[in-house]
């Protein structure tokens, strides 16, 4: 999050809504939009909207992994690790093609 906000997020979502992207558009509703668009509104100062994008970036995140623990066939696959990418390649390589045997 602080990365994103670091790289101009403010700024991008300040150049969206004066080309004319009205705050209810479903793409104005993602993540770290609409935090930035209440603040730019005036509804929140900009640390309550850094919490708030947060706090739900967290929510968001768990709800994915147990949409993801509760789905048997998935195998992961540390990725980290820049250094082992050809044994990753490998690795993922070979899940995909035992999906298809």
Do not use: C
Not at 53 to 67: G, H, I, P, V
Not at 77 to 83: Q, R
């Amino acid at each position: 999050i602080d990365l994103m906000l670091n790289q101009g997020l403010v700024d991008e979502v300040a150049a969206l809504m004066d080309k004319g992207y009205a705050p209810g558009l479903v793409s104005m509703q993602g993540l770290g939009y609409k935090e930035i668009v209440s603040h730019l509104n005036g509804e929140f100062s900009y640390e309550e909207a850094v919490v708030l994008l947060k706090r739900d970036t967290r929510r968001f995140a768990k709800r994915q992994l147990s949409w993801f623990r509760h789905m048997k066939d998935i195998e992961w696959v540390d990725v980290t690790d820049s250094g082992n990418f050809s044994a990753n390649y490998q690795k993922i390589r070979a899940i995909i093609a035992g999906k298809f045997h």
